[in-house]
C-alpha cells in the first residue's frame, strides 16, 4: 500500500526504473588540443594525423570533411556536436564548428628535443653470438 504513492512521486516511469543505461557516443571526438594543431596550408594527410579520419566526406563538396560526435545520456536529447575541415586543392585553408581551439598548446617546434647518447659498439659479442658460436656452429670473425 506504501508503494502507490512512491510511485506518484515519480516524475516519470524511467525515473523508476533500475536497469543501467549507459551513455552512448558515436562519431568522431575533437578535443580543443586537437584543433589547436590545425594550421592552414596543411595536407589532407596531416589532417587526417592531427585529427583521424572524418566521419563524412561528401560527394558534391569533396574539399570539406565533416566530424560528427553524437553523445545520448539517459534522460536528455541527444547532443550533436559538428566540426569541419575546409580544404583549397588539397591544403587546409579554414575550419569551424563546435570546437574551439585550446589556448597555450605546445606545437612541435616550441618543444625541447631530446638527445640519446648511444656507445659505439666495443667489438664485445652479445648473449646470442656467444651462445652460437660456443654451440661451433660458427666462427668468431
Request: charged letters at 25%; aromatic letters at 10%; proline letters at 5%.
Amino acid at each position: 500500500m506504501l508503494i502507490i504513492p512512491l510511485l506518484n512521486a515519480c516524475s516519470s516511469w524511467e525515473e523508476l526504473s533500475l536497469v543501467h543505461s549507459p551513455d552512448i557516443e558515436q562519431g568522431n571526438i575533437i578535443t580543443p588540443e586537437m584543433v589547436a594543431l590545425l594550421q592552414p596550408g596543411m595536407t589532407q594527410r596531416q589532417v587526417r594525423f592531427a585529427l583521424g579520419s572524418p566521419m563524412l566526406i561528401d560527394v558534391f563538396h569533396g574539399t570539406r570533411w565533416d566530424y560528427l560526435l553524437s553523445i545520448k545520456r539517459r534522460n536528455q536529447a541527444v547532443e550533436i556536436k559538428r566540426f569541419s575541415v575546409f580544404f583549397d586543392h588539397d591544403l587546409l585553408s579554414h575550419y569551424r564548428g563546435d570546437i574551439k581551439a585550446a589556448e597555450n598548446v605546445e606545437t612541435k617546434q616550441e618543444k625541447r628535443e631530446l638527445v640519446a647518447s648511444v656507445p659505439d659498439y666495443d667489438g664485445d659479442f652479445g648473449i646470442l653470438e656467444r651462445l652460437w658460436y660456443s654451440l661451433g656452429l660458427g666462427e668468431p670473425e
